[in-house]
Protein backbone atom coordinates (compact mmCIF):
# COMPACT_ATOMS: atom_id res chain seq x y z
CA UNK A 1 0.00 0.00 0.00
CA UNK A 2 0.89 3.44 -0.92
CA UNK A 3 1.49 5.80 2.31
CA UNK A 4 3.04 9.15 3.21
CA UNK A 5 4.38 9.87 6.15
CA UNK A 6 6.27 13.13 6.22
CA UNK A 7 8.35 12.14 9.44
CA UNK A 8 8.97 8.49 8.15
CA UNK A 9 10.14 10.05 4.46
CA UNK A 10 12.59 12.26 6.23
CA UNK A 11 14.07 9.43 8.14
CA UNK A 12 15.53 7.70 5.09
CA UNK A 13 17.94 10.98 4.18
CA UNK A 14 21.11 10.82 5.77
CA UNK A 15 22.40 13.88 3.94
CA UNK A 16 19.53 15.87 5.77
CA UNK A 17 22.11 15.78 8.98
CA UNK A 18 24.61 17.54 7.18
CA UNK A 19 22.47 19.70 4.68
CA UNK A 20 21.51 22.18 7.30
CA UNK A 21 18.01 23.89 5.55
CA UNK A 22 17.72 22.07 2.50
CA UNK A 23 15.75 24.10 0.22
CA UNK A 24 17.01 22.91 -2.92
CA UNK A 25 15.71 19.89 -4.19
CA UNK A 26 14.37 21.79 -7.66
CA UNK A 27 18.38 21.58 -8.63
CA UNK A 28 18.74 17.93 -6.88
CA UNK A 29 16.75 15.98 -4.60
CA UNK A 30 18.45 14.25 -1.67
CA UNK A 31 18.81 10.45 -2.14
CA UNK A 32 17.43 7.90 0.54
CA UNK A 33 18.95 5.28 2.05
CA UNK A 34 17.65 2.64 -0.33
CA UNK A 35 19.68 4.19 -3.24
CA UNK A 36 22.30 4.67 -1.37
CA UNK A 37 22.60 1.47 -0.63
CA UNK A 38 21.75 -0.41 -3.99
CA UNK A 39 24.83 2.10 -5.22
CA UNK A 40 27.18 0.74 -2.30
CA UNK A 41 26.28 -2.84 -3.03
CA UNK A 42 26.36 -2.69 -6.52
CA UNK A 43 29.96 -1.15 -6.43
CA UNK A 44 31.33 -3.69 -3.83
CA UNK A 45 29.06 -6.75 -4.94
CA UNK A 46 28.95 -6.89 -8.64
CA UNK A 47 31.27 -8.55 -11.10
CA UNK A 48 31.58 -7.54 -14.80
CA UNK A 49 30.27 -5.16 -17.51
CA UNK A 50 26.93 -5.00 -18.44
CA UNK A 51 25.80 -6.34 -22.43
CA UNK A 52 29.32 -7.93 -22.64
CA UNK A 53 30.86 -10.72 -20.73
CA UNK A 54 29.42 -14.61 -20.49
CA UNK A 55 30.16 -15.02 -16.57
CA UNK A 56 26.78 -15.82 -14.37
CA UNK A 57 27.83 -12.70 -12.29
CA UNK A 58 27.92 -10.54 -15.20
CA UNK A 59 24.64 -12.13 -16.93
CA UNK A 60 22.64 -11.57 -13.89
CA UNK A 61 23.85 -7.46 -14.33
CA UNK A 62 22.68 -7.32 -17.26
CA UNK A 63 19.18 -8.90 -16.24
CA UNK A 64 18.69 -5.82 -13.38
CA UNK A 65 20.17 -3.16 -15.91
CA UNK A 66 17.63 -4.36 -18.48
CA UNK A 67 14.57 -4.79 -15.59
CA UNK A 68 15.53 -1.04 -14.89
CA UNK A 69 14.65 0.31 -18.35
CA UNK A 70 11.22 -1.71 -17.97
CA UNK A 71 10.64 0.12 -14.47
CA UNK A 72 10.94 3.09 -16.36
CA UNK A 73 8.67 2.20 -19.13
CA UNK A 74 5.78 1.57 -16.69
CA UNK A 75 6.70 5.04 -14.35
CA UNK A 76 5.59 6.75 -17.95
CA UNK A 77 3.09 4.21 -18.86
CA UNK A 78 5.40 3.70 -21.90
CA UNK A 79 4.29 0.53 -24.32
CA UNK A 80 7.84 -0.70 -23.96
CA UNK A 81 11.33 -0.79 -21.93
CA UNK A 82 12.42 -0.48 -25.61
CA UNK A 83 11.37 2.63 -25.60
CA UNK A 84 13.85 3.94 -23.17
CA UNK A 85 17.43 5.15 -24.36
CA UNK A 86 19.78 5.75 -21.56
CA UNK A 87 21.46 8.77 -21.37
CA UNK A 88 23.19 11.10 -18.94
CA UNK A 89 19.89 13.15 -18.42
CA UNK A 90 17.64 15.67 -19.34
CA UNK A 91 20.15 17.54 -21.28
CA UNK A 92 21.63 14.86 -22.82
CA UNK A 93 18.38 13.49 -23.47
CA UNK A 94 17.30 16.85 -25.74
CA UNK A 95 20.53 17.13 -27.06
CA UNK A 96 20.05 13.62 -28.55
CA UNK A 97 16.76 14.37 -30.58
CA UNK A 98 17.96 17.79 -31.93
CA UNK A 99 21.08 16.38 -33.15
CA UNK A 100 19.27 12.80 -34.00
CA UNK A 101 15.92 13.84 -34.94
CA UNK A 102 15.53 17.16 -35.78
CA UNK A 103 18.86 17.70 -37.77
CA UNK A 104 18.73 15.77 -40.66
CA UNK A 105 15.37 16.56 -41.27
CA UNK A 106 15.04 20.68 -40.50
CA UNK A 107 15.26 22.53 -43.76
CA UNK A 108 16.66 26.07 -44.23
CA UNK A 109 13.37 28.32 -43.34
CA UNK A 110 11.34 25.31 -40.77
CA UNK A 111 10.79 26.60 -37.52
CA UNK A 112 11.00 25.06 -34.03
CA UNK A 113 8.69 26.28 -31.48
CA UNK A 114 10.04 26.99 -27.82
CA UNK A 115 8.54 28.38 -25.05
CA UNK A 116 10.00 31.66 -23.10
CA UNK A 117 9.71 29.43 -20.23
CA UNK A 118 12.09 27.16 -20.71
CA UNK A 119 15.45 25.86 -19.42
CA UNK A 120 18.48 26.28 -21.13
CA UNK A 121 18.62 22.49 -21.63
CA UNK A 122 15.02 22.78 -23.78
CA UNK A 123 16.25 25.99 -25.28
CA UNK A 124 20.01 26.07 -26.32
CA UNK A 125 20.33 22.57 -28.23
CA UNK A 126 17.22 24.07 -30.54
CA UNK A 127 19.39 27.13 -30.87
CA UNK A 128 22.64 25.19 -32.22
CA UNK A 129 20.00 22.89 -34.45
CA UNK A 130 18.70 26.15 -35.91
CA UNK A 131 22.16 27.45 -36.86
CA UNK A 132 23.53 23.80 -38.38
CA UNK A 133 20.22 23.65 -40.49
CA UNK A 134 19.14 26.96 -41.47
CA UNK A 135 15.74 26.96 -39.72
CA UNK A 136 14.39 29.21 -36.89
CA UNK A 137 13.73 29.03 -33.69
CA UNK A 138 10.09 30.87 -32.37
CA UNK A 139 9.36 32.39 -29.06
CA UNK A 140 5.93 30.65 -27.65
CA UNK A 141 5.95 34.13 -25.08
CA UNK A 142 5.01 34.03 -21.75
CA UNK A 143 1.48 34.59 -20.48
CA UNK A 144 0.62 36.86 -17.63
CA UNK A 145 -0.17 34.35 -15.55
CA UNK A 146 4.06 33.02 -16.00
CA UNK A 147 2.68 30.21 -18.18
CA UNK A 148 3.92 29.51 -21.68
CA UNK A 149 0.54 31.30 -23.32
CA UNK A 150 -0.94 28.43 -25.10
CA UNK A 151 -3.44 30.55 -26.98
CA UNK A 152 -0.79 31.96 -29.04
CA UNK A 153 -0.01 28.18 -30.20
CA UNK A 154 -2.83 28.42 -33.05
CA UNK A 155 -1.20 31.64 -34.62
CA UNK A 156 2.69 30.59 -34.60
CA UNK A 157 1.61 27.06 -35.55
CA UNK A 158 1.78 26.25 -39.67
CA UNK A 159 3.31 23.85 -42.28
CA UNK A 160 6.84 24.98 -41.77
CA UNK A 161 6.14 24.52 -37.96
CA UNK A 162 8.38 20.52 -37.01
CA UNK A 163 8.81 21.00 -33.52
CA UNK A 164 7.26 22.19 -30.26
CA UNK A 165 10.00 22.24 -27.24
CA UNK A 166 8.00 22.56 -23.80
CA UNK A 167 8.55 22.10 -20.58
CA UNK A 168 6.53 19.77 -18.35
CA UNK A 169 7.13 22.06 -15.04
CA UNK A 170 9.23 25.17 -15.08
CA UNK A 171 12.33 25.12 -12.51
CA UNK A 172 11.70 28.70 -11.79
CA UNK A 173 7.65 29.75 -11.28
CA UNK A 174 6.83 25.88 -11.12
CA UNK A 175 4.35 26.41 -13.61
CA UNK A 176 2.62 23.13 -15.37
CA UNK A 177 1.04 24.22 -18.99
CA UNK A 178 -1.37 22.18 -20.15
CA UNK A 179 0.24 19.54 -21.83
CA UNK A 180 -2.66 18.14 -23.66
CA UNK A 181 -3.60 21.49 -25.39
CA UNK A 182 -0.26 21.66 -26.62
CA UNK A 183 0.25 18.25 -27.83
CA UNK A 184 -2.98 18.48 -29.50
CA UNK A 185 -2.40 21.61 -31.09
CA UNK A 186 1.08 20.81 -31.85
CA UNK A 187 -0.24 17.60 -33.61
CA UNK A 188 -2.89 18.90 -35.70
CA UNK A 189 -0.18 21.43 -37.40
CA UNK A 190 1.84 18.36 -37.59
CA UNK A 191 5.24 18.89 -35.71
CA UNK A 192 6.41 16.42 -32.91
CA UNK A 193 6.33 17.47 -29.25
CA UNK A 194 10.04 17.24 -26.94
CA UNK A 195 8.45 17.76 -23.21
CA UNK A 196 11.50 18.02 -21.29
CA UNK A 197 10.20 16.33 -17.56
CA UNK A 198 13.23 17.62 -15.58
CA UNK A 199 11.11 19.60 -12.98
CA UNK A 200 7.89 17.63 -13.79
CA UNK A 201 9.03 13.64 -13.18
CA UNK A 202 9.03 14.07 -9.45
CA UNK A 203 5.86 16.07 -9.13
CA UNK A 204 3.11 14.27 -11.59
CA UNK A 205 5.06 11.37 -13.80
CA UNK A 206 3.14 11.49 -17.13
CA UNK A 207 1.33 8.73 -19.08
CA UNK A 208 3.72 9.19 -22.03
CA UNK A 209 0.70 7.76 -23.93
CA UNK A 210 -2.42 9.16 -22.79
CA UNK A 211 -0.56 12.37 -23.62
CA UNK A 212 0.88 11.39 -26.78
CA UNK A 213 3.91 12.50 -25.96
CA UNK A 214 6.51 12.18 -28.61
CA UNK A 215 9.55 12.80 -26.25
CA UNK A 216 10.09 12.55 -22.98
CA UNK A 217 13.46 13.37 -20.84
CA UNK A 218 14.26 13.70 -17.21
CA UNK A 219 17.38 12.91 -15.30
CA UNK A 220 17.44 10.57 -11.97
CA UNK A 221 19.13 13.23 -9.67
CA UNK A 222 15.83 15.10 -9.36
CA UNK A 223 14.00 11.90 -8.43
CA UNK A 224 16.01 10.58 -5.74
CA UNK A 225 18.22 9.05 -8.08
CA UNK A 226 22.09 9.06 -8.74
CA UNK A 227 23.52 11.89 -10.98
CA UNK A 228 24.61 11.13 -14.00
CA UNK A 229 21.95 9.04 -15.36
CA UNK A 230 18.56 10.04 -16.97
CA UNK A 231 16.13 8.81 -20.04
CA UNK A 232 15.07 9.80 -23.38
CA UNK A 233 11.39 8.29 -24.23
CA UNK A 234 10.65 8.39 -27.81
CA UNK A 235 7.74 6.87 -29.51
CA UNK A 236 9.05 3.64 -31.27
CA UNK A 237 8.11 4.58 -34.87
CA UNK A 238 10.27 8.13 -34.01
CA UNK A 239 13.10 6.41 -32.36
CA UNK A 240 13.34 3.72 -35.04
CA UNK A 241 14.02 6.06 -37.90
CA UNK A 242 16.79 8.09 -36.30
CA UNK A 243 20.20 7.62 -36.55
CA UNK A 244 22.91 7.26 -33.79
CA UNK A 245 25.01 10.34 -32.97
CA UNK A 246 27.68 8.52 -31.00
CA UNK A 247 29.17 5.72 -32.35
CA UNK A 248 31.78 3.02 -30.22
CA UNK A 249 31.29 -0.39 -28.71
CA UNK A 250 27.91 -2.28 -28.99
CA UNK A 251 25.69 0.27 -30.87
CA UNK A 252 26.56 -1.74 -33.95
CA UNK A 253 25.94 -5.38 -34.80
CA UNK A 254 28.67 -4.99 -37.68
CA UNK A 255 32.16 -3.16 -38.73
CA UNK A 256 34.47 -3.22 -41.39
CA UNK A 257 36.16 -0.41 -43.59
CA UNK A 258 33.51 -0.50 -45.42
CA UNK A 259 31.02 0.49 -42.90
CA UNK A 260 28.82 -0.49 -40.11
CA UNK A 261 25.50 -1.71 -39.78
CA UNK A 262 23.73 -0.51 -35.81
CA UNK A 263 21.35 -2.11 -33.12
CA UNK A 264 18.01 -1.72 -32.83
CA UNK A 265 16.69 0.85 -30.53
CA UNK A 266 17.10 1.55 -27.93
CA UNK A 267 20.87 -0.07 -27.94
CA UNK A 268 22.14 2.15 -31.20
CA UNK A 269 21.74 5.18 -28.89
CA UNK A 270 24.30 3.44 -26.19
CA UNK A 271 27.13 3.51 -27.16
CA UNK A 272 30.55 2.39 -25.00
CA UNK A 273 30.63 1.39 -21.94
CA UNK A 274 27.24 2.77 -19.62
CA UNK A 275 26.34 4.08 -16.31
CA UNK A 276 25.46 0.73 -14.80
CA UNK A 277 25.87 2.22 -11.08
CA UNK A 278 23.70 5.07 -12.07
CA UNK A 279 20.94 2.86 -13.65
CA UNK A 280 21.17 0.71 -10.72
CA UNK A 281 20.89 3.74 -8.26
CA UNK A 282 18.02 4.48 -9.96
CA UNK A 283 15.66 1.47 -10.33
CA UNK A 284 15.99 1.63 -6.55
CA UNK A 285 15.07 4.84 -6.38
CA UNK A 286 11.81 3.81 -8.76
CA UNK A 287 11.65 0.58 -6.32
CA UNK A 288 11.32 2.66 -3.49
CA UNK A 289 8.87 5.59 -4.65
CA UNK A 290 6.40 2.05 -5.27
CA UNK A 291 5.73 2.75 -1.52
CA UNK A 292 5.07 6.19 -1.68
CA UNK A 293 1.93 7.87 -1.65
CA UNK A 294 3.31 11.06 -4.45
CA UNK A 295 0.22 12.25 -4.61
CA UNK A 296 0.27 13.21 -0.40
CA UNK A 297 3.75 14.09 -0.80
CA UNK A 298 3.59 16.16 -3.51
CA UNK A 299 0.42 18.12 -1.63
CA UNK A 300 2.55 18.17 1.99
CA UNK A 301 5.07 19.70 -0.14
CA UNK A 302 3.16 22.29 -1.80
CA UNK A 303 1.79 23.26 1.41
CA UNK A 304 4.82 24.07 3.18
CA UNK A 305 5.60 26.72 -0.23
CA UNK A 306 2.15 27.74 0.18
CA UNK A 307 2.95 28.33 4.11
CA UNK A 308 6.73 30.13 3.36
CA UNK A 309 4.88 32.34 0.49
CA UNK A 310 2.11 33.58 2.48
CA UNK A 311 5.11 34.07 5.58
CA UNK A 312 7.43 36.38 3.33
CA UNK A 313 4.13 38.05 1.68
CA UNK A 314 3.96 40.09 5.38
CA UNK A 315 7.23 41.48 4.69
CA UNK A 316 7.77 44.56 2.46
CA UNK A 317 9.20 44.88 -1.07
CA UNK A 318 8.28 40.54 -1.23
CA UNK A 319 7.51 39.47 -4.84
CA UNK A 320 6.49 36.18 -5.49
CA UNK A 321 7.12 34.39 -9.01
CA UNK A 322 5.48 31.04 -8.20
CA UNK A 323 3.24 29.95 -10.60
CA UNK A 324 -0.42 28.07 -9.47
CA UNK A 325 0.01 25.55 -6.27
CA UNK A 326 3.69 25.06 -6.88
CA UNK A 327 6.36 23.03 -4.73
CA UNK A 328 9.19 25.83 -5.77
CA UNK A 329 9.11 29.74 -4.43
CA UNK A 330 10.84 31.69 -6.87
CA UNK A 331 10.68 35.50 -4.84
CA UNK A 332 12.70 38.67 -4.33
CA UNK A 333 12.11 41.32 -2.15
CA UNK A 334 12.49 45.44 -4.03
CA UNK A 335 15.87 46.77 -3.19
CA UNK A 336 17.74 43.82 -2.53
CA UNK A 337 20.15 41.90 -4.95
CA UNK A 338 19.59 38.03 -4.68
CA UNK A 339 22.95 37.41 -4.07
CA UNK A 340 23.43 39.71 -1.59
CA UNK A 341 20.53 37.63 0.17
CA UNK A 342 21.05 34.16 -0.71
CA UNK A 343 25.14 34.64 1.07
CA UNK A 344 23.37 36.00 4.55
CA UNK A 345 20.46 33.02 3.92
CA UNK A 346 23.95 30.27 3.48
CA UNK A 347 25.58 32.03 6.63
CA UNK A 348 22.57 31.46 8.17
CA UNK A 349 22.46 27.64 7.45
CA UNK A 350 19.74 27.85 4.46
CA UNK A 351 20.46 26.15 1.43
CA UNK A 352 18.69 27.49 -1.28
CA UNK A 353 19.47 28.89 -4.62
CA UNK A 354 19.70 32.44 -6.35
CA UNK A 355 20.34 33.22 -9.93
CA UNK A 356 19.08 32.68 -13.15
CA UNK A 357 18.42 29.29 -12.68
CA UNK A 358 19.39 28.26 -15.84
CA UNK A 359 16.18 30.33 -17.58
CA UNK A 360 17.89 33.56 -19.00
CA UNK A 361 14.46 34.14 -20.96
CA UNK A 362 12.48 33.64 -19.05
CA UNK A 363 13.50 35.78 -16.18
CA UNK A 364 14.23 38.51 -18.96
CA UNK A 365 10.50 38.26 -19.78
CA UNK A 366 9.90 38.10 -15.68
CA UNK A 367 11.75 41.57 -16.25
CA UNK A 368 14.51 40.60 -13.20
CA UNK A 369 18.10 39.33 -13.62
CA UNK A 370 18.12 36.88 -10.98
CA UNK A 371 15.48 35.46 -8.10
CA UNK A 372 15.75 33.38 -5.19
CA UNK A 373 14.06 30.21 -5.39
CA UNK A 374 13.11 27.83 -2.56
CA UNK A 375 12.52 24.24 -3.38
CA UNK A 376 10.03 22.13 -1.00
CA UNK A 377 10.43 18.30 -0.83
CA UNK A 378 8.28 15.89 1.01
CA UNK A 379 11.43 16.08 4.09
CA UNK A 380 10.96 19.50 4.33
CA UNK A 381 9.01 20.48 7.87
CA UNK A 382 7.38 23.58 8.74
CA UNK A 383 10.67 24.59 11.05
CA UNK A 384 12.72 24.31 7.90
CA UNK A 385 9.57 27.38 6.74
CA UNK A 386 10.43 28.83 10.04
CA UNK A 387 14.11 29.12 9.80
CA UNK A 388 13.85 30.00 6.07
CA UNK A 389 11.36 33.38 7.51
CA UNK A 390 13.56 33.71 10.32
CA UNK A 391 16.73 34.21 8.27
CA UNK A 392 15.38 36.22 5.78
CA UNK A 393 14.08 38.68 8.17
CA UNK A 394 17.65 38.95 9.54
CA UNK A 395 19.10 39.69 6.71
CA UNK A 396 16.38 41.79 5.30
CA UNK A 397 17.69 43.77 8.91
CA UNK A 398 21.08 44.00 7.27
CA UNK A 399 20.64 44.72 3.84
CA UNK A 400 17.64 47.17 3.87
CA UNK A 401 18.28 50.40 5.03
N1 LIG B 1 15.14 21.23 -17.53
C1 LIG B 1 14.75 21.72 -16.34
C2 LIG B 1 13.38 22.32 -16.21
C3 LIG B 1 15.61 21.65 -15.26
O1 LIG B 1 15.23 22.15 -14.07
C4 LIG B 1 16.89 21.05 -15.42
C5 LIG B 1 17.86 20.95 -14.26
N2 LIG B 1 18.00 22.13 -13.54
C6 LIG B 1 17.22 20.55 -16.68
C7 LIG B 1 16.31 20.64 -17.70
C8 LIG B 1 18.55 19.92 -16.95
O2 LIG B 1 18.69 18.75 -16.21
P1 LIG B 1 20.12 18.05 -16.12
O3 LIG B 1 21.08 19.11 -15.69
O4 LIG B 1 19.95 16.99 -15.10
O5 LIG B 1 20.44 17.52 -17.48
Not at 272 to 300: C, H, M
Request: a negative charge.
Amino acid sequence: MKTFNPAQFRSQFPALADAGVYLDSAATTLKPLAVIEATQQFYSLSAGNVHRSQFAAAQRLTERYEAARDSVATLLNAPSGKDIVWTRGTTEAINLVAQCYARPRLQPGDEIIVSEAEHHANFVPWLMVAEQTGAKVIKLPLGKDYLADLSKLPELLNERTKILALGQMSNVTGGCPDLVKAITAAHAAGAVVMVDGAQGIVHCPPDVQALDIDFYAFSAHKLYGPTGIGALYGKSELLEEMSPWLGGGKMITHVSFEGFKTQPVPYRFEAGTPNVAGVIGLSAALEWLESVDLQEAEAYSRGLATLAEAQLAKRPGFRSFRCQDSSLLAFDFTGVHHNDMVTLLAEAGISLRAGQHCAQPLLAALGVSGTLRASFAPYNTQSDVDALVKAIDNALEILVD
